[in-house]
C-alpha cells in the first residue's frame, strides 16, 4: 500500500486547492473538476460515421468516408498536441462525492444507444449501393473506429458491479464480436497483467504483428477456460445462458443477423472490416499499455503486486477524454473499480513520449517503435534489460543489444528483490 499513500500524500502537496475540511460534501463545490464537461466530447466518438456522412455529402468529397482513421490517425494527435498535459488530480477528499455524481455514468451511458445507431445507419448506408467500394470501405473504417473505441466504453462499464452496467458493457462489444474481451480483461487480464502468462501484455522486442495474434487467440482461450472453470466450481456444465462468453456472442450474433436480415447479406464484408478493424484498435492499445514491463518474482516464486511502474501512462488530456481516462492506466490496475473521472497521475508511472492516437501510428510501424520504445524500456528497469518482459524469440537479439556492459555484476541476477 506504501507506494499509493506515498502518492496521496503526492497528490495533495501538488494540488492547487486545499482542502483542510473533511467533510466531504462541503468539499465537492470547493473543488470544480476542469474536466467535466469535457467528458460529453467522448460521445463525438459514436457518431463518427454520421460525421462522415456530414462532411461527404456538405463538401461532394467521397475522402470523408474515411473520417474515422482521419480522426483517429490525425486529428487526435494534433489534439493532444494542442491540449498538453493534464497531471492534476482530484483531492482525497473529493474522490467519493465525484464517484457518485451520476452525470458522469450517463456520459458512459448515452455512447451506447449512438453507437448502435452508427452500426445501424452504417448497413443502411451499404445497403444502398450508392456509395462506391473506396467510400463504403472507408465507411467499414470508420464505424470500426467508432466500435473500437466502444471497447473503452465497455471497458470502463465492465469493471463496474452494477449490473446494469455489466450489461451495457456487452451490449458496446457486440458490433465487435469481442464479448469475451469482458471476461477475460477483469478476470484474467487484471490479475497476471506484466508478466510472461499475459496474453495482453506485450513483450520487449515483439512487435504489433507478431503480437496480435497471439493476444486475439490467448484472450479468447483464456476466456474460455475462466468461464469453465467457473461452471466446474458450480458443478453445471458450461453451455447455458448464464455463461457470459456465450450470452455476450449471442447479443452479437442477434445484431449482426439482424443487419443481414435487414439490410441484406452484401453488407456482410464491410460488417466484417469493421469488427477486424475495431477489435484491432483494442488490441493495438493493449500492446501499448503494458510493452515490456514485468512485475518481478517474490522469493516465494508469486508476482509481486501490481504497481503504478507496471504500466504505460500518458496524461495529455485530448485522448485522456476520448478514452475515459484510459491513459491513466496505472491507477486503474491498481484500483479497478475507480471510476474513469477519479483516476488520478502518479509521477513514478513510466510516461509515453505521445498520446495513445499517436502512438498507435508509431505500433503499426515496428521499425519505429523500437527505435521510439526499446530504449525507454531499458530506461525504466535503470539498463538492466533482464528485467523485462522479454519476447522468448527475440530474447538473443535484445539482450545482444541491451544487455551486460551498462549495468556490470548487476544483469547477471535472475530474481531481482521487488522494492
Not at 468539499?27 to 464537461?37: E, F, M
Not at 456487452?170 to 464479448?179: I, R
Not at 484472450?219 to 466446474?232: C, M, Q
Not at 525504466?380 to 524469440?393: E, F
Amino acid at each position: 500500500m506504501s507506494a499509493s499513500t506515498a502518492a496521496d500524500h503526492h497528490d495533495e502537496h501538488h494540488h492547487h486547492h486545499h482542502h483542510d475540511d473533511p467533510d466531504v460534501e462541503a468539499v465537492a463545490p470547493a473543488w470544480t473538476d476542469g474536466k467535466r464537461y469535457a467528458w460529453l466530447l467522448g460521445l463525438v466518438v459514436p457518431t463518427i460515421p454520421m460525421i462522415a456522412w456530414g462532411f461527404a455529402e456538405a463538401s461532394g468529397l467521397g475522402i470523408f468516408w474515411w473520417f474515422g482513421p482521419i480522426f483517429i490517425f490525425g486529428v487526435m494527435p494534433l489534439l493532444d498536441q494542442l491540449g498538453g498535459h493534464d497531471r492534476s488530480n482530484p483531492p482525497e477528499t473529493a474522490i467519493k462525492w465525484l464517484e457518485e455524481d451520476r452525470y458522469y455514468r450517463w456520459c458512459t451511458y448515452l455512447f451506447i444507444p449512438l453507437q448502435l445507431t452508427s452500426t445501424v445507419f452504417s448497413a443502411w448506408m451499404w445497403s444502398r449501393g450508392v456509395l462506391s467500394t473506396v467510400e463504403a470501405v472507408g465507411l467499414a473504417f470508420s464505424l470500426g473506429a467508432s466500435n473500437g473505441i466502444a471497447i473503452a466504453n465497455a471497458h470502463e462499464l465492465g469493471h463496474k458491479r452494477e449490473s446494469i452496467e455489466k450489461w451495457l458493457a456487452k451490449v458496446a462489444l457486440a458490433p465487435t464480436f469481442y464479448g469475451h474481451f469482458f471476461i477475460e480483461h477483469n478476470r484474467g487480464h487484471h490479475v497476471r497483467v506484466s508478466t510472461p502468462e499475459d496474453p495482453a501484455s506485450s513483450r520487449l522486442g515483439e512487435n504489433f504483428y507478431e503480437f496480435l495474434p497471439r493476444t486475439v487467440i490467448g484472450s479468447l482461450t483464456s476466456a474460455w477456460e475462466l468461464e469453465s472453470k467457473r461452471f466446474k466450481r458450480m458443478e453445471k456444465h458450461p453451455f447455458r445462458i448464464s455463461n457470459d462468453l456465450l450470452n455476450a456472442w449471442a447479443m452479437s450474433i442477434v445484431l449482426f443477423g439482424a443487419l443481414l436480415a435487414i439490410f441484406g447479406i452484401g453488407i456482410l464484408p464491410y460488417l466484417l472490416i469493421q469488427a477486424v478493424f475495431g477489435f484491432s484498435m483494442l488490441e493495438v492499445v493493449n500492446y501499448i499499455e503494458h510493452y515490456g514491463l514485468k512485475r518481478q518474482k517474490k522469493d516465494d516464486g508469486r508476482y509481486e503486486r501490481c504497481m503504478p511502474s507496471h504500466s504505460w501512462n500518458s496524461n495529455l488530456v485530448a485522448s485522456n477524454v476520448f478514452l475515459y481516462h484510459l491513459q491513466r492506466h496505472s491507477d486503474h490496475h491498481a484500483h479497478p473499480l475507480r471510476r474513469y473521472q477519479a483516476l488520478r497521475h502518479f509521477d513514478e508511472a513510466p510516461e509515453l513520449p505521445q498520446g495513445y492516437a499517436g502512438m498507435i501510428v508509431v505500433a503499426y510501424l515496428p521499425p519505429l517503435w523500437k527505435r521510439v520504445m526499446d530504449h525507454r524500456v531499458v530506461d525504466h528497469y535503470s539498463g538492466d534489460v533482464q528485467l523485462a518482459n522479454i519476447h522468448p524469440r527475440a530474447r538473443k537479439r535484445i539482450l545482444k543489444r541491451w544487455g551486460g556492459g551498462s549495468t556490470g555484476g548487476g544483469a547477471r541476477v535472475s530474481t531481482p528483490q521487488a522494492a
